[in-house]
């Protein structure tokens, strides 16, 4: 009796403990920049904003310059500069290129502690072989497309691949989601996350990676959410169209766990890839540059942590300290007690545990260090980084302006004004001057020579090899025996 007490008891504290382990729903807004949401009074974000209340923020939160390198960095838990995503965005589709295999990425981690994981929206993390896919890096079932961009509506994704066959992502776990294009992509991807959390085992705990189409060009938005605004501009009203289809996202999300009762037990985080493109739409002010760019209109974001997970007495705060979106791989993984000391990859683990920052367990981020980009091309090294409040630019950067509340408003764009180069670098205090108007590097001469000393020692860290050539027959061959859909492609 007293052993069969031992084995009961036993089998109890195992229950106990998965049930502790907290969903997680990471939303990611694509190319939504840091003048949104709260910030933007502009912006009709109910929603969102109501949630300030329950709710955490983060002022400094960093991502990379553009797409597929920040949702690698995201799922692998490594600086953007390691992966192959960094030399063309993974553009055009017709590369054999992916995020390397030998990185285990989120789902496939958190397959250690029991998690149901689902992929739903954008992918853009390579797709030429299955592998590559989202249920080849762990993901139970993706709903979504695979490249980087498509139309909203009609899902054509033919925009930088030119074959003489129209072109149509919209991908179901294993394969085309034939005769299933033609709907708003706003609408198809929020219904499949209420739909996975209407039909999810609670006993079980969920990991959703629901990466957001909105607000990515194509500007695009039913009308419904256009006739919200009335400014002179249709494209401003057609983006903040956008934008509202993105609060009602997070609204219908969140009601569907509270529905369930799995809210109390959630983490949920919104937050964006990179900065709006400041010539196709949206606001990153009072911030320098915009997507493409290394300032920090490029690479900081709006970041809000949410879910009955998170302490009472941090809702309402808002946090300065600087975190990568490298660090939420670390934070889930200890989540979840998964031990991550050697976890494989061409790079070092680099993510750290920001949970207890988040809850108030400590008062300083234990991120110190960013590096926003660290290349060579054409034989020069560009490099951005910053430790605690320095941050270097010792590389040539376009976007050198401010472009206000709203981007393209009928004035030039002066995308090409550069600043900067690792001959003549910059040097920026981003916690006094986050807009970057006061270069200091003559004034501190040592604190230059530190940086770039460190940018030195990061040429001996590995970086991905060059991207293959594109395959462009093979690609269309493909999309020809798909009936016009993408998939894998490379035999």
């Known amino acids: 009796k007293m052993a069969l007490m031992i084995v009961l008891l036993m089998l109890g504290c195992t229950v106990a403990l998965a049930a502790e382990k907290p969903n997680i729903i990471f939303m ?126 009609t899902q054509d994704a033919s925009w930088t691949t030119k074959c003489s066959e129209r ?4 991908w179901n776990s294993t394969q085309p989601a034939f005769g299933r294009n033609g709907t708003y992509n706003g609408y198809t991807f929020t219904q499949r996350a209420v739909d996975l959390i209407d039909s999810h085992d609670t006993d079980t705990p969920l990991f959703i990676y629901h990466a957001l189409h909105n607000t990515h060009a194509p500007v695009e938005a039913p009308q419904q959410y ?5 400014f002179q501009q249709p494209l401003r009203n057609t983006f903040y169209g956008m934008m509202s289809v993105v609060d009602e996202t997070v609204a219908n999300v969140t009601n569907a766990l509270k529905r369930r009762g799995m809210w109390n037990n959630t983490l949920l985080i919104w937050t964006t890839d990179n900065g709006s493109p400041v010539t196709v739409a ?38 300065e300290g600087p975190i990568h979106i490298i660090d939420w791989y670390q934070t889930f993984a200890n989540l979840a007690g998964v031990d991550t000391t050697d976890t494989p990859g061409p790079a070092p683990l680099e993510s750290k545990d920001i949970w207890p920052y988040l809850t108030g367990a400590t008062d300083t981020s234990p991120r110190d260090e960013i590096v926003y980009d660290h290349r060579l091309t054409d034989n020069e090294w560009h490099v951005v980084l910053s430790q605690g409040p320095y941050k270097l630019i010792a590389s040539t950067e376009s976007q050198a302006s401010w472009y206000g509340q709203f981007s393209p408003n009928g004035t030039k764009v002066l995308t090409n004004y550069t600043e900067c180069s690792w001959d003549t670098p910059c040097l920026f205090d981003v916690v006094s001057d986050p807009t970057e108007h006061h270069d200091i590097s003559a004034a501190n001469p040592d604190i ?40 894998p492609w490379y035999d």
């Not at 017709?94 to 954008?122: C, E, F, Q, R």
């Not at 072109?167 to 919209?170: E, G, N, Q």
């Not at 256009?226 to 009335?230: G, K, M, R, T």
């Open 167 to 170: 072109c149509v992502d919209l």
């Open 28 to 153: 990611l807004t694509d190319d939504l920049g840091y003048n949104s949401a709260w910030r933007n009074n502009d912006h009709k974000t109910p929603f969102i904003n109501s949630l300030l209340a329950k709710g955490v923020t983060v002022d400094r939160n960093y991502v990379y310059r553009y797409c597929a390198p920040t949702r690698g960095a995201f799922q692998t838990g490594r600086f953007p500069y390691h992966l192959s995503a960094v030399e063309k965005n993974l553009i055009p589709w017709n590369m054999p290129v992916g995020i390397d295999l030998n990185y285990t990425m989120l789902p496939a981690m958190l397959k250690k502690a029991g998690y149901s994981s689902h992929h739903i929206g954008k992918w853009h993390q390579g797709f030429y072989t299955f592998d590559y896919t989202p249920l080849g890096r762990g993901y139970e079932s993706s709903v979504g497309f695979l490249v980087g961009g498509e139309d909203h509506y």
């Open 448 to 487: 230059v020579s530190k940086l770039k000393q460190r940018a030195v020692e990061l040429q001996q860290a590995y970086h991905a090899p060059p991207n293959p050539p594109s395959e462009a027959q093979k690609y269309c061959d493909h999309i020809v025996a798909e009936h016009g859909f993408v998939a």
């Open 282 to 319: 949206g606001s990153n002010a009072p911030l320098k540059g915009g997507k493409g760019s290394n300032w920090e209109g490029g690479a900081r974001t709006p970041m809000l942590v949410t879910g009955g997970l998170l302490p009472d007495s941090m809702h309402g705060k808002s946090l």
């Open 226 to 230: 256009i006739d919200l605004y009335n």
